[in-house]
């Protein structure tokens, strides 16, 4: 190879490979609990981020509200079809398509303002098993990224904010 080939940033191939793995290990685990295609997927984890948001990062949620299989409506979140098509870069008829097929699952509910929201399902066998499958991928990931050399997930110092220059 010659010293004038372009080069990348030192771990950049390791990264991308072990994010890749990620992402699909991410895509298994949330099909499986319900076999549905991509975009539906997609739609239901951005419901489902809205849904936790508050829930889990606003200071005045109570410590043991967390706690509970099915905690009070007043502390989660809820998003609009077209934030979500706006998110996802989906057209906004798509959405609208495939939230219908999410509410009939029963994966969704909404409000009477129109906003969806994941459904109250952590008490849910399944759901159990499909968040820690999520969380096994992320081990994997940490793991994959320690077997190329790299840091892994925590980085060589928690002052990092990217492992590439």
């Not at 992402?23 to 549905?36: C, E, G, H, I, N």
């Not at 980085?155 to 990217?162: C, L, N, Q, Y």
């Amino acid at each position: 190879m010659s010293d004038g080939a372009a080069k990348i940033p030192d771990g950049m191939r390791a990264h991308a490979y072990a994010g890749v793995e990620l992402m699909l290990d991410m895509v298994y685990a949330a099909r499986k609990r319900a076999p549905m295609d991509l975009e539906s997927v997609m739609i239901y984890l951005t419901v489902s981020e809205a849904s936790m948001r508050p829930l889990l990062l606003d200071a005045s949620t109570p410590p043991e509200v967390l706690e509970l299989a099915e905690p009070p409506e007043q502390y989660r979140g809820s998003i609009t079809r077209v934030l979500v098509a706006d998110r996802l870069g989906l057209p906004r008829e798509t959405v609208r398509r495939k939230v219908q097929k999410l509410l009939k699952l029963g994966l969704v509910q909404e409000d009477e303002e129109g906003r969806v929201r994941t459904t109250r399902n952590f008490a849910d066998a399944g759901i159990q098993s499909w968040v820690r499958d999520s969380f096994m991928a992320v081990q994997r990931y940490d793991a994959r990224l320690r077997q190329f050399g790299r840091a892994g997930v925590s980085g060589p110092k928690s002052t990092d904010e990217t492992p590439f220059p």
